[in-house]
């Protein structure tokens, strides 16, 4: 390209850019007369003529663009544009195909394709389509100008889509999910969510100890855990001795997430440091609290009751952990899916909620659960009072006395290592 026809180009853009449309054809003519084959030229001049209500000249322009640069999508899907104004559906259609060929990532051609099938009557189609441009974009608030509209019309689409197959799949499950147990029903529940696109699957990410080829169950079956029923029944005196700690050492209810200055908080920003979520710590990281423990004899023994997990450096784990009014745990894993975790919930009002993966629950006082952490987990108190929980550490049921102790000496290694 030579300097004056460079100059020539500069100036017909800025003439666009500014909405000058008339001046911008001009100076795609002269930059045209001196470089017949300018792609850039005919295209520009195919798509001013277009504007002028001139498609079959549009037609011609941008064909011979195509000729010059036959690898360009946009080409082919602009001349889709004007087919489609021309009303040659099938050549339309060829020409969308055409550009997706060139690249099966091409935004606008993946938009172009799903609008062709809302036109034609294929709704579902096109929310298939729709889905696979929302992936190939970028986050919405990256969503250039030009393509906005667009991309909020395909997610609205697709959103609703994703309801009308989740609703349609669970009339037909319907009659055949009377005929399983509540938990395999959970289980195909969860399956429809996904397939129809409502939900993600949920796996095990242990921040610490991946123990592989343990399933990802999110809350266990009580039948596992022989010693539930009899932690249960102490429930009252559990609680006494936390109303108890409540009212003369609420001070030592500590925040449960403390992160240094210099440590990426991402998801904790609000809760560090922060006594919205705390604990009165019995064990920490291994430890027993002596002074606590001794404090709360009757809540010892209880604990002492369960199958404890005994992993160096991780856990014991166990306190009286407190939410406060209002506050929201954010979505996290834990450490190891060695380990499971158990609620003991003490003072539970109303509106709190909690979730393990696809489930949600609410806790009930006495009503004792037990899930595994490593699956993304939250919990909410969109209550006006104090909800408060014995929450401790349990080791995996899946794994038996040796693997128990392959996991203990796994983890001390590691911390061995760190320490060396």
């Known amino acids: 390209m030579s300097e004056q026809v460079s100059v020539l180009v500069e100036r017909a853009g800025a003439a666009a850019a500014a909405g000058r449309w008339q001046e911008a054809e001009r100076l795609w003519g002269q930059v045209r007369l001196r470089e017949p084959d300018n792609v850039q030229a005919l295209f520009s001049l195919g798509v001013h003529a277009f504007q002028r209500g001139d498609a079959r000249e549009a037609l011609e322009l941008l064909q011979l663009a195509r000729t010059r640069s036959p690898r360009e999508p946009m080409l082919a899907l602009t001349v889709s544009r004007v087919l489609r104004e021309l009303g040659q559906v099938d050549m339309e259609w060829s020409a969308i195909v055409e550009a997706l060929q060139i690249d099966p990532y091409f935004l606008p051609g993946l ?24 992936k190939v974009a970028a986050g919405e608030s990256q969503w250039p100008q030009a393509l906005r509209g667009r991309l909020v019309h395909a997610r609205d689409v697709v959103q609703r889509d994703t309801e009308e197959l989740s609703g349609y799949l669970a009339h037909r499950l319907a009659a055949t999910r009377s005929t399983v147990d509540a938990v395999t029903a959970d289980r195909w529940d969860e399956a429809a969510s996904i397939l129809a696109g409502k939900s993600r699957p949920y796996h095990s990410h242990c921040n610490q100890l991946h123990v592989p080829r343990l399933p990802a169950i999110t809350f266990y079956d009580d039948a596992l855990f022989p010693w ?52 009165f710590h019995l064990y920490s990281h291994g430890r027993p609290v ?43 894993t834990g450490e190891t899916n060695a380990r499971l975790v158990a609620h003991l919930p003490l003072v539970v009002p109303e509106k709190c909620s909690y979730r393990v993966g696809y489930d949600w629950r609410q806790w009930r006082e006495g009503k004792c659960w037990v899930f595994d952490d490593t699956i993304e987990h939250e919990a909410r108190n969109d209550s006006d009072r104090l909800r408060v929980i014995l929450m401790f550490d349990v080791w995996n049921p899946l794994l038996n006395a040796a693997e128990r102790q392959m996991a203990a000496e796994l983890a001390s290694a590691m911390g061995d290592w760190r320490a060396g």
């Open 111 to 134: 938009l172009g394709k799903a609008e062709f099938h809302e036109r034609q009557g294929r709704p579902r189609a096109a929310a298939d389509v729709f889905r696979n441009a929302l």
């Open 290 to 332: 002596e002074e606590h423990l001794s404090q709360c004899p009757q809540t010892a023994e209880a604990l002492a009751l369960a199958d404890t997990a005994d992993i160096p450096g991780l856990c014991p784990n166990a306190m009286f952990s407190a939410l406060s009014p209002g506050a929201h745990i954010p979505p996290h």
């Open 228 to 279: 539930m029923e009899e932690l249960e029944s102490r429930t009252e005196v559990i609680k006494g001795e936390l109303q108890s700690m409540l009212a003369s050492r609420g001070d030592e209810f500590v925040p449960y997430i403390q992160y240094r200055p210099d440590d990426p908080v991402n998801q904790w920003d609000k809760l560090n440091h922060s006594r919205n979520w705390s604990g």
